[in-house]
Each structure stands twice: as C-alpha cells, then as structure tokens.
C-alpha cells in the first residue's frame, strides 16, 4: 500500500463557488485576501495530477482541499482511476482523504473522534495569552480520522492541517522594531500556543487509542506547521517542537510513532520559505507521515518525498503568476508499505 500526504496549495480556490453538478472549475483565478492568483486553472490542475499519476497512491490525505465533488471532478479529468472521497473539516480548505477503489482497499469509513474521555472533535481549554485563565479553544481544524482495510489489516489514518503560525503583517511589525516587535511576538507566541494545545489533544487521543491497542495500525499524517531545528521562538521564547509531541515521549517508547522520513534517512525538504527574522530561506520539513508500533511490527517500509516527480511539474514562466509556476508551496510525502 502508497500512502501519500499532500498540502495542495489552495486548491478549493480551483472551482466556482455554488452547487453546480458538475462543478465548474475556473478557466483563471484573480486572487483574494486568502488564496493566490492563478492565470491557468486547468493547467495547474493538470501539473498537479501529473505528480500523483508519477507516484501513483493507493491512499491519499490532502489539506488544502476542496468539497468532494470538486475532489471528485480533480480525480476523474486530471488523475484518472476510480476513488473514494471522505471529507473532514477545515471550513473552505478542507483535509480530504481519498483511495484507490480498485486497489484491493475496502471498509474505507469515517472513524471515531471519541476514545474514553478524549474527544478529539470538540473545544479545549488552554492559557494561549499567556494571562493565567485558562481559554476555551477548538482546532483551527479538526483532525480528519479515517478507518479501512489493507493487506488484510484494519488501519486507521488521523490526517492533521494544525493552525499555522502566520501572524497578519508580521514582518512588517517585525522589522518596525519596539512595540510593534513586541505585539509580534505577542501574537506569534499565542498562535504557536494553540498549535501546541492541538497537537497536545492530538497526541492524547494517540495514547488513549495505544493503551487500549497497542498493536493498532496508525497512520498520522498532514501538515504540522512544525518541523525539525530550533528557531527564534524555540530558543528565546521556550516554546517548543510541535513534532517532537505528537511523535511521542522517551518515557513511552511503545507509543512513538516512526517518522518516515527522518527515521528513514531522508534529507530532503517539504517546504522552503523565507524566515523575516532570520533572513534567510528555511527548507523545512513540516509535512510529517508517523506509523505506530503495529504497523512497523507487521510491515516493512519505505519513505520518501517524491523530489523527481514533483520537480518535473515545476516551470520557470515570467509571464505567469506565481502560484502557477510549482505544483504546490509543499512537497508531498510518500510511504510504501509491504506486509512481512
């Protein structure tokens, strides 16, 4: 069984809005407040299948993603195969989870939000402003759990978009320096608080399904807005590895899951940006695929982020807006699993 994860960037801004059946996708996309001009839809589209056809998935977990007819309408004119959609949370961009119908893969159903006293599905409470009352919170978007049957076995996949730690005209109020710096780190360090409470319930909801099965095949998987290496926050503010949480604690080594690319050797990157305060371009892992001890137990495994795929579809075209020129601001990440 493939597995790929993807953050397609902002891909539900392919399609007109409404309820049109067929949906309709746009010839070109002028931009808004959320997501980037695009001058050709389609060919974008078409670039963006191109990567999946190479790497060829039984299983896919996107975020980013738009309704499921629109995922349907993707898949059908630019991927090909049959597929199966369920659609999770995320308000306009979605986490979707798609598979393979004639890939020997069945039992593919919504799985349970709720183990024991965890419910992943509803608010929290966290002090995210650092005013020592405790907040009431809920997920920027909900962790997305899938359940279905592969070589036999019953898997279930948590696909996961934690709340991203842009702050609006950060690095402008960065580089004002005094107070406007001061109300930038105010706000950054509240954001990254609220991703370490979601990816703080993530991993409860991991425990609490490991104790009652510590055999049970698990997939964790999307993009954590976290990845590997310190950065200003880490070392001045104290905060601290997102990944590092939901992959687990030294004190419980049977409920670490195993990172596919780091545990795997892998060097390369899922995304690259620009760090203001840093000042300097970042490649960065934040897109994660975790197996839990079941499945390492049963199957042997290979990870990789598709690099030559991916950068087949990339394009250099001065006449085009930016967001056309690559597949997607992330790099997918692919496992292949083979039972022992």
Same mark, same amino acid.
């Given at each position: ?83 199966? &959609? *369920?659609? $999770?949370?995320?308000? =306009?961009?979605? /986490? ?5 119908? +004639?890939?020997?893969?069945? !039992? #593919? ?99 609490? &399904? *490991?104790? $009652?099965?510590?055999? =049970?095949?698990? /997939? ?5 807005? +976290?990845?590997?290496?310190? !950065? #200003? ?99 997918? &990440? ?7």
């Amino acid at each position: 069984m493939r597995l790929m994860n993807w953050n397609i960037e902002h891909m539900n801004s392919w399609w007109e809005g409404g309820s049109a059946n067929p949906p309709v996708m746009r010839n070109t996309f002028a931009g808004n407040t959320f997501s980037p001009a695009i001058t050709d839809v389609p060919a974008l589209a078409t670039r963006v299948g191109a990567v999946i056809q190479a790497v060829d998935p039984d299983v896919i977990a996107i975020q980013e993603g738009p309704g499921v007819p629109e995922m349907q309408h993707f898949l059908t004119t630019f991927v090909g195969g049959t597929w199966q &959609v *369920l659609r $999770g949370a995320g308000g =306009a961009q979605a /986490l979707l989870v798609v598979v393979r119908q +004639d890939r020997g893969i069945t !039992d #593919f159903t919504p799985g349970v939000t709720s183990v024991g006293e965890i419910d992943i599905s509803g608010p929290f409470t966290a002090d995210v402003d650092a005013d020592l009352h405790l907040d009431t919170v809920d997920f920027a978007r909900v962790p997305q759990i899938v359940r279905f049957v592969a070589h036999g076995q019953p898997f279930v996949l948590i696909n996961n978009h934690l709340k991203s730690k842009f702050v609006n005209q950060g690095e402008a109020l960065f580089n004002a320096g005094g107070e406007d710096r001061l109300l930038f780190f105010a706000e950054a360090l509240k954001a990254r608080r609220r991703i370490s409470g979601e990816a703080y319930r993530l991993r409860m909801y991991l425990d609490a &399904v *490991l104790e $009652g099965d510590p055999a =049970a095949n698990i /997939l964790v998987c999307g993009d954590l807005n +976290d990845g590997p290496g310190s !950065d #200003f926050f880490e070392a001045n503010f104290l905060t601290h590895s997102v990944v590092d949480r939901v992959f687990g604690s030294i004190f419980h080594v049977e409920r670490q899951l195993t990172h596919v690319l780091l545990h795997g050797g892998s060097t390369d990157y899922t995304a690259k940006f620009f760090d203001f305060i840093d000042k300097r371009l970042n490649e960065l892992v934040i897109d994660h695929i975790g197996l839990s001890r079941g499945i390492t137990g049963r199957f042997t495994w290979q990870g990789r982020v598709p690099v030559d795929e991916y950068e087949a579809q990339v394009i250099d075209d001065s006449s085009l807006h930016e967001r056309d020129l690559m597949p997607s601001d992330h790099r997918p &990440v692919v496992v292949e699993l083979t039972p022992v």
